[in-house]
């Protein structure tokens, strides 16, 4: 006996023939059913709904093609796995195991990468906020310390007369590239004179070893151009401190910032096929520092913090149907076990999202929300996808960056996270969050520890 079809009901489309819209006549779409080789179905039977995949595969098929960019093109390279983007330890080693430094920002970072086993001279000390406690840990580990402001530079000072040791330090410079906003709020500017006033504070003092410039113009950049402005900029910092002082700048940090495959809000065309390539990026930056009047002995190190174009595109967050409903307006609205709690980003892109199982070639301008009891828990404003039912599954594209850092316990527990790895088998990597793991951190006073209703 054969299955009944389900049922899918009619939908009556307004057509204008001579005004197709900004992507064509008809939208395609594909079901994701596997991903590395496991099925989606097995992911969710195995380890809830939702959760998170990530691709090993991918991570390192991403870190060698960026790291391939930079070295044809430049005789010194070293990336810097950025602990922000993702500090999941499986997801860090596996930056390691490439040969990537740790680039940090906290004093919790910087423990975590000690905790991983990376040498501490091979730790990337950045942020505004570094502790006395967190800078007598890196001088003695002999880190690379990137100043931010000037207090945090006589703090380093008065700890390095009082050790006898001598840090090896950098500033942070921000400076105008032709991207605005400016990001002008980390380190020292390059346009009046903030970042040469630091330089000579730290030569003047001979309390500190000036090894490196580090500039981090912006996030999610799509001007390949500004990132030649600011290697052209720290070259010439390095050439004056050479100049006035006959020292070499050992490295130039680029930061990262550099966009992955993801569509920003508000965008016309979808991010796969408009966001600079990071071949474009390494053409930029190696090009102005090679054109650049710099010369020392030895080219400086080109240092790369590089982290969302490395893990964006190898996360997925698979999720299910929880119901779908008509909205006052008439627009349907689908609802997922996928919220904003867990998916931080779908504040800035308009994620892919793809069926998991297959389909009808019928479509609908669709709202996605999320399952928090809350009106911004919007995944997806409006788009265009086939009918799904209660129960079918999902996947959302580029989810490795931020959201396993900037997820939230908000209404649900965090879930389980999975690598899948180049055997093409699936790992748990941090387990999901329970009721005990949330309390266990809670205390109650002894007079609120008993009540009657």
Not at 193 to 199: I, R
Not at 299 to 324: F, H, K, Q
Not at 421 to 450: A, M, Q, W, Y
Request: aromatic share 10%; glycine share 6%; hydrophobic share 40%.
């Amino acid at each position: 006996m054969t299955a009944k079809a389900r049922y899918e009901r009619p939908l009556i489309k307004k057509l204008e023939s001579n005004m197709p819209n900004k992507f064509g006549l008809r939208t395609e779409f594909e079901p994701l059913t596997h991903i590395d080789g496991v099925s989606v179905d097995s992911l969710i039977a195995d380890y809830g709904s939702p959760v998170f995949v990530l691709s090993e595969q991918k991570i390192r098929s991403k870190f060698k093609a960026a790291r391939q960019a930079f070295e044809t093109r430049y005789p010194r390279v070293q990336f810097a796995w950025s602990y922000k983007t993702n500090y999941l330890s499986a997801v860090c080693n596996v930056f390691h195991q490439e040969g990537s430094w740790a680039e940090v920002v906290s004093g919790f970072e910087y423990d975590k990468a000690i905790r991983h086993g990376v040498d501490g001279s091979y730790i990337i000390f950045n942020g505004p906020d570094k502790t006395e406690e967190d800078l007598r840990k890196a001088i003695t580990n002999n880190s690379l310390i990137h100043i931010d402001h000037l207090d945090e530079l006589y703090m380093i000072q008065d700890i390095a007369r009082e050790t006898k040791q001598k840090p090896k330090v950098a500033i942070r410079v921000n400076m105008d590239t032709g991207i605005y906003p400016m990001w002008d709020r980390f380190g020292f500017n390059y346009e009046n004179g903030q970042a040469w006033d630091a330089l000579n504070k730290i030569m003047f003092s001979g309390l500190l070893e000036l090894v490196g410039l580090h500039t981090h113009i912006g996030t999610f950049m799509l001007s390949p151009n500004a990132y030649a402005i600011a290697a052209s900029k720290l070259a010439n910092l390095a050439q004056r401190v050479q100049q006035k002082y006959s020292h070499e700048i050992n490295y130039i940090d680029m930061g990262g910032g550099f966009s992955s495959r993801n569509t920003l809000k508000g965008a016309y065309l979808p991010g796969t096929d408009t966001n600079p390539s990071i071949d474009e990026f390494a053409e930029a930056i190696t090009s102005a520092l090679m054109n650049s009047e710099y010369r020392p002995k030895t080219p400086p190190l080109l240092i790369l913090e590089t982290g969302r174009a490395l893990i964006d595109e190898a996360g997925y967050l698979l999720g299910s149907v929880i119901a779908n409903k008509r909205l006052s307006d008439g627009r349907r609205a689908t609802i997922l076990d996928v919220g904003v709690n867990l998916l931080f980003t779908s504040f800035w892109y308009d994620h892919k999202i793809t069926p998991a199982q297959e389909f009808t070639s019928y479509t609908e301008d669709t709202v996605i929300y999320g399952p928090l009891c809350m009106n911004i828990d919007v995944v997806r404003e409006n788009v265009s996808l086939p009918l799904l039912n209660k129960g079918d599954k999902v996947v959302i594209h580029y989810v490795g960056a931020y959201n396993m850092t900037q997820w939230m316990q908000f209404i649900t527990l965090r879930p389980n996270v999975v690598m899948v790895d180049l055997d093409g088998k699936p790992h748990l990597i941090r387990k999901n969050e329970s009721i005990d793991s949330i309390e266990n951190l809670e205390e109650i006073p002894t007079h609120l520890s008993h009540f009657e209703l």
